[in-house]
């Protein structure tokens, strides 16, 4: 026999002593493990009302062809069965994940088994996204740094208000904006560039 199968007819074997004290009038048989069949028979009693007794127990877990399975012997009523790990997954879900972990590091799930990879089972769940996780590049970072300009700070218009009123006889003088020292500097290379030329001009007229 495989040493993965042996491993895992050991885990099934230490999961169903682990939930054996929740399995009612569970026994131990010879080839099987016996139980109140928790689909049909939950309340522990007949469809008369009395108790069911030990031997009435219809719920069986036993292994075939190295595979743990689940089923019911009430056949005309119940006859229910599934494989070891649909069993956990309905009645036992917190060992059921556990049960699929431990397989999956085995190597024993997956496709053609009895077990659905850990993988498979967390995206059933919901615990995986079924989309591939998509990371968004953060251009910022990725460009050189540049100084931020500072935000612009609104200025609050004032009401427009009229020029006072003069006096008869006097004469209102408005002085032009006062220049930056920049602007000081072109007007005056401009005032330079001027003169030059009508030197120039001078010089040609005057033959000097």
């Known amino acids: 026999m495989d040493n993965h199968m042996k491993h895992s007819n ?26 109140l069949c928790p689909h ?14 030990p031997s009435g127990a219809k719920g069986y877990l036993y292994k075939i062809n190295n595979s743990w399975n689940f089923q019911c012997k009430r056949s005309a009523k119940c006859g229910k069965g599934h494989t070891f790990e649909k069993f956990l997954e309905i009645f036992f879900p917190a060992q059921h994940i556990e049960y699929v972990r431990l397989r999956d590091q085995l190597g024993t799930t997956g496709y053609q088994t009895n077990c659905p990879s850990l993988e498979t089972l967390m995206r059933k769940q919901g615990m995986l996204s079924s989309q591939p996780q998509q990371f968004q590049v953060d251009r910022k970072s990725s460009e050189p740094w540049q100084p931020e300009s500072p935000a612009a700070v609104p200025i609050p218009h004032s009401p427009k208000r009229s020029a006072p009123a003069c006096p008869p006889g006097f004469k209102l003088t408005i002085k032009p904006p006062m220049r930056s020292p920049q602007q000081q500097v072109g007007h005056q290379s401009r005032l330079n560039h001027l003169m030059k030329q009508r ?3 001078r010089r040609l007229r005057e033959g000097w």
């Open 10 to 35: 050991t885990i099934e074997r230490d999961f169903i002593e682990e939930i054996s004290g929740d399995l009612r009038l569970f026994s131990r048989q010879l080839n099987a493990y016996r139980f």
């Open 40 to 53: 049909c028979q939950s309340t522990g009693r007949k469809d008369n009302g009395k108790q069911i007794a």
């Open 199 to 201: 030197q120039q001009q």
